[in-house]
């Protein structure tokens, strides 16, 4: 059984940094494209970054590109999101996600394509 376990998320003030984690365990981490996926108070749950099973791909929504930088660690079976300058806007509720069934230098984006969920991190961030 897969299990995904968030860390890192917190109360920062705008401008500041998080770095968020997430730890598979249960399967081979190597096999699985990950994701983050966050959350808003009555919003739609949005992609926020990808990265390949290789780490050599990844994608980014248009709001935090430039700012967020999503990387993988095979040997710790850990993905990490780098979240710099953050906004008030990007307060939310932080998801890591597993695609098992991705090609290899693919960074999906699609939410429906994972196939395992995290229970989420809250960020905030302070005006």
Known sequence: QV???????GLVQA????????????????????????????KEREFVAAVSRSGLSTSYA??????????????????????????PGDTAVYYCAADFTA?????TKGEYEYDYWGQGTQVTVSS
């Open 103 to 107: 090609l290899l230098g693919v960074a």
């Open 3 to 9: 299990q995904l376990v968030e860390s890192g998320g």
């Open 62 to 87: 248009n709001s935090v590109k430039g700012r967020f930088t999503i990387s993988r660690d095979n040997a710790k079976s850990t993905v990490y999101l780098q979240t710099n300058s953050l906004k």
């Open 15 to 42: 401008g500041g940094s998080l770095r968020l984690s997430c730890a598979l365990s249960g399967r081979t981490f190597s096999s699985y494209a990950m994701g983050w996926f966050r959350q808003a108070p009555g």
